[in-house]
């Protein structure tokens, strides 16, 4: 079985501050994982996911995200939030072929950006 | 390249009518998820469809279908709507079931 866990629905940082965004997954298999933004009223963009090979892995709009398995974690961060910034962010895991493939996402975590 | 577009964005049906949403996937992605996402929380999988034939479903009950047309487009249809159907319904292609899904923009329903 496959889920994820976002702690904290609502996060609020200073424009400019470190932005931190956590994820927890389960999964019986070698997880593939992703990091979509939302933001009002509109469809689910994907801004990085990890499928093998390196653990840091770099998306856009200067967000990153490490792959820890010890921890099954796979946080996302951005050294400097921007007021574009404010959105909604789902943490999602998908199953190799063989075993299911949909992803499974997390309740979301609601970003906002104080000027 | 054409992305991922879903029609209509808005409607609004009565409780028991019933709904179709299309969904056209972008260009050369043969595989169409559907998901819908009730306010506040995140998307929910409702069924996939690879090359015309579906390949897999979540938990949602049979009268939420589908069809997948050989061109790769889609269509969710829900019969005898409930209120608790209302939600913002996605669309995500891929060009294979395994890799990353391009999503739509959404059709938001409002059943009342």
């Known amino acids: 079985a496959q889920s994820v866990t976002q702690l904290g629905s609502h996060v609020s940082v200073s424009e400019g501050a470190l932005v931190l965004l956590r994820c927890n997954y389960s999964?019986?298999?070698?997880?593939?994982l992703f990091w979509y933004v939302q933001y009002p009223n509109q469809g689910l963009q994907l801004l990085l996911k990890?499928?093998?090979?390196?653990?840091l892995v770099k998306g856009i709009n200067g967000f990153e995200a490490e792959f820890k398995k010890s921890e099954t974690s796979f946080h996302l961060t951005k050294p400097s939030a921007h007021m574009s910034d404010a959105a909604e962010y789902f943490c999602?895991?998908?199953?190799?072929?063989?075993?299911?493939?949909?992803?499974?996402f997390g309740t979301g975590t609601s970003l906002t950006v104080i000027p | 390249e054409t992305g991922v577009t879903q029609s209509p964005t808005h409607l609004i049906k009565t409780r028991g009518q019933q709904v179709t949403l299309r969904c056209s996937s972008q260009?050369?992605?043969?595989?169409v998820s559907w998901y819908q996402q009730a306010l506040g929380q995140g998307p929910q999988f409702i069924f996939q469809y690879y090359r015309e034939e579906e390949n897999g479903r979540g938990n949602f009950p049979p009268r939420f279908s589908g069809l997948q047309f050989p061109n790769y487009s889609s269509e969710l249809n829900v019969n005898a709507l409930e209120l608790d159907d209302s939600a913002l319904y996605l669309c995500?292609?891929?060009?294979?079931?395994?890799?990353?899904?391009?999503f739509g923009q959404g059709t938001r329903l409002t059943v009342v």
């Open positions: 999602a895991v998908r199953g190799p072929t063989n075993t299911g493939n949909q992803f499974y």
């Open positions: 999964s019986s298999v070698p997880p593939y």
């Open positions: 995500a292609s891929s060009h294979s079931m395994n890799t990353e899904a391009f």
């Open positions: 990890y499928t093998t090979g390196a653990t």
């Open positions: 260009s050369g992605h043969n595989t």
